[in-house]
């Protein structure tokens, strides 16, 4: 495993991450969670990402009941507030009542006294954004939280956190978690360009476009019964016949380099100096092992332009 420090922070992470979204607590049962978050962490993985969220919490019990067997200072734990989390006015969004009251709710369910990144889950524009940053900022204070990010903020959003941050002396944004891989590029145009003059990092999820990526789903095939698709509501569109033939000529590129596509996909994301991880989620602990093969994984130059060309065209 490699590392890579987070933004401009001393931290520093996995190239590899495993998070929860959509497994944990959910379609994946406890039992092969474990074993994931375990092969994870055999393999070198020390960053491990959850949400409030997800499952109504549940996914945040499983993946700290996983991680108790190891010594805290050993890994990089993430979680996030924003989302809905009851029937209440207040269950949701990024004010300081909910900020507050969501965190002590997650170090609960996580077992620990600390989180390490505490991510704002969306932007919330009926909150106004110092109250949120000085929030954060006491939760930095007191110690149970070390370091804030944000997920799916737009450029203008991050921009204005970081004016108010140096306006008032508050605890700054060292990570953006945004959707990233070869289907969806966006980050490319402002979001990477803010994060290196800003100094935060990208930990990227969707790296394999929710397992379109891995090569499991063919032209003309069903859907295997076992994937993600078949077992969550998915957006089916993803799977027309032009993403899937990309994906052949992907996977043709992978065959030449004696490397999975997932490899493939995972190594060209890590390419960028600006992505501290890639955040990948995992049903079985042999996904976990392929995944983590990419780090160390070198891209010439021609293969990086025979997949622009695929990805073009």
Not at 44 to 62: C, I, S
Not at 82 to 104: A, T, V, W, Y
Not at 151 to 159: D, G, L, R, Y
Not at 173 to 186: A, E, G, K, S, T
Request: with cysteine; glycine share 8%; charged share 25%.
């Amino acid at each position: 495993m490699k590392y890579r420090k987070l933004g401009n922070s001393g931290l520093k992470v996995s190239e590899i991450s495993l998070g929860s979204w959509l497994t944990y607590g959910g379609y994946v049962g406890d039992d092969p969670a474990v074993r994931s978050i375990e092969q994870a962490y055999d393999l070198g993985v020390n960053f491990f990402d959850t949400a409030n969220m997800y499952e109504r919490g549940e996914a945040e019990k499983v993946m700290g009941k996983a991680l108790s067997a190891y010594n805290r200072d050993s890994y990089v734990l993430a979680t996030k507030v924003f989302n809905k989390m009851g029937e209440g006015p207040n269950d949701r969004g990024l004010s300081r009542k909910h900020i507050m009251e969501q965190c002590e709710a997650s170090l609960k369910r996580l077992g620990t006294d600390y989180i390490d990144i505490y991510y704002c889950h969306r932007y919330d524009p009926e909150t106004p954004l110092e109250e949120t940053l000085r929030a954060l900022d006491d939760l930095v204070t007191q110690g149970k939280v070390l370091y804030i990010g944000v997920s799916e903020w737009t450029p203008a959003q991050i921009v204005d956190a970081y004016a108010i941050a140096d306006r008032l002396l508050l605890d700054k944004l060292i990570v953006n978690q945004p959707v990233y891989n070869m289907f969806n590029r966006y980050i490319e145009k402002e979001i990477i360009p803010l994060g290196l003059s800003k100094g935060f990092g990208q930990v990227v999820f969707s790296p394999l476009a929710q397992g379109l990526l891995t090569g499991k789903y063919r032209i003309g095939q069903p859907i295997p019964a076992d994937s993600r698709a078949a077992s969550k509501n998915w957006d089916e569109k993803r799977l027309n016949d032009a993403a899937l033939q990309k994906v052949e000529q992907l996977s043709r590129v992978a065959d030449e380099l004696g490397i999975q596509v997932s490899q493939l996909a995972l190594a060209w994301i890590l390419r960028q100096s600006n992505v501290a991880s890639a955040l990948v989620g995992a049903s079985r602990p042999e996904q976990v092992t392929e995944n983590c093969a990419a780090v160390g994984i070198e891209l010439s130059s021609d293969v990086l332009s025979a997949i622009e060309a695929i990805l073009q065209g």
